[in-house]
């Protein structure tokens, strides 16, 4: 017994020593894994990287951005379903055990030892709270240095932290696959579903793919994942969380991905690339790619998909005139011709267009074949327009045989023929799903095609709301996929005449009116020493005399611009183009009154916005508001301030007005006159081709030097666009491009649609302005039984027309503030207004930047220059930069300053046109009714339908 004793008590020290020796260990390694290990209360601040999201105006998903795509999402709100599947997947003792299991550990360790040497992998114990600590504060290296830390610091975080948070930690930090991190995101991506709609399967399988997430793709490895998906069910039945027969359903359940559906999401690729620009610049990288914002954009779906059709329609149509460029691709050899064409790849910016190979060619068709087998054909009568075009951009001979068109081999691009009438390649033959919206017709029993093409035209649509500045719709070119360069807001493009209602803006605000008279003859414009003159075109190559500011506007008159800004001065232009901000700074030469100065389209859009605004400020933005994850407004763009609007309950009172405390940058009634003048450039100018519209628009044509740019922009009261076109690297058009032929009729198409169900709203007259009933050729004032078409005219109080002539002829202010140096009247030309043979001066009226001067009769004396000359050799030439001093001309009449603004004496100038009063006659006019201050628009007598004239461009 003693004995035994001794052996006990023998033991029972050993086991004491050893055990001391073991805690003694255990402390210092404690200790000394305890050094330097990260702060766990870091966790408390958990601010994980979350996906922010933007969505469109009707609510759809535009676009996500993220480093990490996750949506965080509190315990609170997690299903018991979720939990319960990851717990009994990856810790089912978790809220029991104090960050480390013990006996799952034992179990793991007995489980290696029995597979040691095979070819299993080991089995972990990790906890949920251990890889809590892995996943947020330690790496991914396999040691036993970091399983000892991770112990460590679970234990600590299972004392700092409570049970739930370590779990809502887990559950959305956790990744999942497929670039998915968290449960929210995974379920989205994978199941197109919230947490609180996964079934038992899905939630069985989103929990199976924490241990390895790429090894349990549904896509890859099917067999794989739902194998591992019912182990998890298995264990929910196991722990009781689920029932027999629960599980039984979960597991007869086919494993399938479904894909996000493409009615919840909106594509406007460069729409939503501006909204990234722009919150980037706001908030930066981190807060555009971390913080989980949600963004509000401007973008109107059904605007934005009207624009993106009616753009390429026109990109198309006219790509066809110019002939085809050949094939996609090209292979000499067609063994495994279906293998080539897959290796084409997908061609995202063929849209509902199709890659095919030519398997055959003779005279009347080409057969195709598609990656899946099938084959169709291309006929002969479909490719008319199919010319074969040379490197130097020449147009070949008509197409007599389809081989003139086609090589076997080629890989070309097609879409279903469904009419037989081509619709110029109308994109919309095809429905946004790819279903065909007419029966394809066949021949000899295969489907026919058509042959199409990318265009290498480019352009750019922009549509406004003009009152808030809100960008509801743009398109930056053919796809976005095949440039991401945006035409909109990127090309800096010379606007061309679409600039010349900045020009006449301008001369409204210097006291001119819509019926002043602007001369429309030669000139050339000394450009300095050693330069030579500058002699600008109309783009008609024809003159009309002395005609109305607002026939200039109409029919695009370029010398009517020039000497309008001239007499104004370029100063004064570039003030007004600045304050629309139209340009940042205005080169302050003649040419650009003409639209030479480069621009981009948004910002034209904007300027023509705050006409039809009624002068007031207009910020283009491309978002309504920004929140950030925790629902907090931190950017709107509307920043009015509304103290009613935070009202906890709606008591029945009306809606609160909010102040429009925008600055005022045009006089509202300047601004109506020139909506006015651009709503004759749709009803007779160059626009005519938007009269089809059938409602109350206005706007501008714009060509630029040898057609390589061409615009239109205009606006209803309430929806202003802008279109332009034109080769990314600049060339011409061709000889007959012009705005009016090519970029309104795209604006027509999208008005067309943009207003199918809106009311004719006319633009709105503000108050303190007068509608005189005028002659559209004179500008005066409209007698019974005069020639000609009857019109309102908009005039601002005390400028009506006096039955005086005023004719800007602009050469008076040589060299002052004109941008270039002396201007040169260079021609005779017949009088419109009935005087037949020379034109001179005697009188008339001449507006200049100095005042009024009254000529007299008689001609200038022997020997001095007269109209449409120069000055003779040997006289002495104007410096460039200083005022020029010429012989003055010797007159009976002593000239008579009037200073700018002020009205013209009604006394009629000596040598006055016909029908004119005689001198010593008070002149005699018909009485006109004093019109009240109108708060609607005047009636408009329509004129009968007027050819069109071509668009002025710039020279």
Not at 85 to 96: G, I, M, P, T, V
Not at 131 to 152: G, P
Not at 593 to 600: C, I, V, W, Y
Not at 821 to 838: A, E, K, L, M, R
Request: proline share 8%; hydrophobic share 35%.
């Amino acid at each position: 017994m003693n004995r035994l004793t001794r052996i006990l008590s023998f033991l029972v020290g050993i086991f004491m020593v050893l055990a001391t020796v073991g805690a003694i260990g255990a402390w210092l390694v404690y200790e000394h894994y305890s050094q330097g290990l990260p702060d766990y209360y870091q966790l408390a601040a958990y601010d994980p990287p979350v996906t922010t999201r933007v969505y469109a105006g009707d609510g759809r998903l535009l676009a996500e951005y993220a480093v990490e795509n996750r949506v965080f999402v509190p315990i609170k709100v997690i299903p018991k379903r979720v939990i319960n599947a990851f717990l009994a997947a990856e810790d089912k003792s978790f809220y029991s055990h104090a960050g480390i299991d013990i006996p799952g550990l034992i179990n793991a360790i007995i489980v290696n030892l029995k597979n040691y040497g095979s070819d299993k992998r080991p089995v972990g114990a990790s906890t949920i709270t251990q890889q809590v600590t892995k996943n947020f504060l330690l790496t991914n290296e396999r040691s036993i240095d970091r399983k000892i830390k991770e112990a460590i610091l679970a234990l600590r975080i299972e004392k700092a932290f409570s049970k739930d948070r370590i779990l809502e930690l887990y559950l959305n930090q956790i990744y999942l696959g497929q670039g998915n991190y968290g449960v929210a995101a995974a379920a989205l991506n994978y199941f197109n579903k919230s947490l609180d709609e996964l079934s038992v399967a899905e939630a069985a399988y989103l929990a199976a793919l924490p241990k390895a997430p790429n090894n349990y793709s549904i896509a890859k490895f099917p067999d794989a994942a739902k194998e591992r998906r019912d182990w998890v069910v298995s264990r929910m039945l196991e722990d009781g969380h689920i029932t027999e027969e629960e599980a039984t359903e979960a597991v007869a359940t086919p494993l399938v991905q479904k894909a996000r559906s493409g009615e919840e999401r909106f594509e406007a690729d460069y729409f939503a690339e501006e909204v990234r620009r722009e919150l980037v610049q706001r908030f930066g990288e981190d807060g555009l790619y971390k913080k989980g914002l949600t963004v509000k954009a401007t973008v109107d779906p059904h605007l934005q998909e009207i624009a993106d059709q009616v753009l390429h329609k026109h990109l198309v149509a006219y790509d066809r005139t110019q002939g085809y460029r050949g094939p996609l691709n090209h292979t000499d050899s067609l063994d495994d011709w279906q293998k080539t064409l897959t290796k084409l790849g997908n061609v995202p910016w063929l849209y509902a267009w199709k890659p095919a190979m030519v398997l055959s060619v003779d005279k009347g068709e080409a057969k195709i074949g598609f990656t899946d087998g099938q084959e169709g054909l291309i006929r002969l009568d479909d490719l008319a327009w199919a010319r074969r075009r040379s490197p130097e951009g020449k147009v070949g001979p008509a197409v007599k045989s389809a081989v003139d068109v086609f090589k076997v081999g080629d890989v070309v691009a097609v879409e279903a023929k469904v009419s037989d009438k081509d619709k110029l390649d109308d994109v919309e033959e095809l429905d946004v799903n790819g279903n065909k919206i007419e029966k394809q017709q066949k021949a000899e029993g295969l489907p026919l095609y058509h042959l199409r093409q990318v265009p290498e035209i480019s352009g750019a649509l922009v549509a406004m709301d003009p009152h808030t500045g809100r960008v509801l719709a743009m398109t930056g070119g053919w796809s976005y996929k095949q440039s991401e360069f945006n035409r909109a807001t990127q090309a800096m493009r010379q606007p061309g005449s679409s600039f010349k209602p900045i020009v006449y803006l301008a001369a409204l605000e210097a006291g001119y009116t819509p019926s002043t008279i602007i001369l429309d003859a030669p000139i050339a414009i000394d450009q300095g020493p050693g330069l030579p003159l500058w002699q600008p075109e109309n783009f008609e190559k024809n003159f009309l005399g002395p005609a109305t500011m607002r026939q200039g506007l109409q029919h695009s008159r370029n010398l009517m611009t020039i000497r309008m800004a001239q007499t104004i001065g370029m100063a004064k232009v570039a003030e007004v183009a600045e304050r629309l901000g139209a340009v940042d700074k205005l080169q302050q030469t003649l040419a650009m009154s003409l639209g030479a100065q480069e621009t981009t389209a948004l910002r034209m859009v904007g300027a023509y916005a705050e006409i039809v605004n009624g002068g007031k400020k207009v910020v283009p933005t491309f978002i309504d508001r920004v929140q950030d994850a925790q629902g907090w407004t931190i950017y709107r763009h509307d920043e009015r301030k509304c103290d009613r609007c935070q009202s906890a309950s709606y008591d029945g009172a009306p809606p609160p007005e909010l102040p429009d405390d925008r600055p005022q940058v045009l006089d509202p009634a300047n601004a109506y006159q020139m909506v006015s003048m651009m709503e004759g450039v749709v009803q007779r100018g160059t626009a005519s081709a938007v009269k089809a519209v059938g409602k109350p628009l206005a706007g501008k044509t714009g060509t630029t030097n040898d057609g390589r740019d061409v615009w239109f922009i205009g606006y209803s009261p309430d929806l202003v666009a802008g279109v332009y076109l034109g080769f990314d690297q600049p060339r011409s058009l061709g000889a007959k491009a012009t705005g009016g032929r090519l970029s309104a009729p795209i604006f027509r198409d999208f008005m067309i649609e943009a207003l199918k169900d809106k009311p004719a709203t006319p633009f709105r007259v503000p108050p303190g302005v007068r509608l005189v009933k005028v002659n559209e050729k004179t500008g005066e004032r409209w007698v019974a039984g005069d020639e000609g078409l009857a019109i309102w005219e908009a005039f601002k109080p005390g400028t009506e027309p006096t039955g005086q002539q005023q004719i800007i002829e602009g050469y008076a202010n040589y060299g002052q503030d004109a941008g270039y140096g002396s201007v040169i009247p260079t021609g005779p030309f017949g009088n419109p207004y009935g005087n037949q043979g020379v034109y001179n001066d005697s009188g008339t009226t001449i507006i200049d930047s100095t005042g009024v001067y009254q000529g007299g009769q008689q001609q200038p004396a022997a020997g001095q220059p007269g109209y449409g000359q120069q000055p003779a050799y040997g006289q002495q030439a104007p410096v460039y930069g200083q005022q020029p001093v010429y012989p003055q001309p010797q007159y009976q009449q002593q000239p008579m300053v009037i200073p700018p603004g002020q009205p013209v004496p009604v006394q009629p100038v000596p040598g006055a046109l016909p029908n004119q009063q005689l001198p010593g006659q008070q002149p005699q006019y018909p009485v006109q009714p004093q019109y009240p201050v109108q708060q609607q628009q005047a009636p408009v007598l329509i004129p009968p339908p007027a050819p069109s004239g071509g668009d002025s461009g710039l020279y």
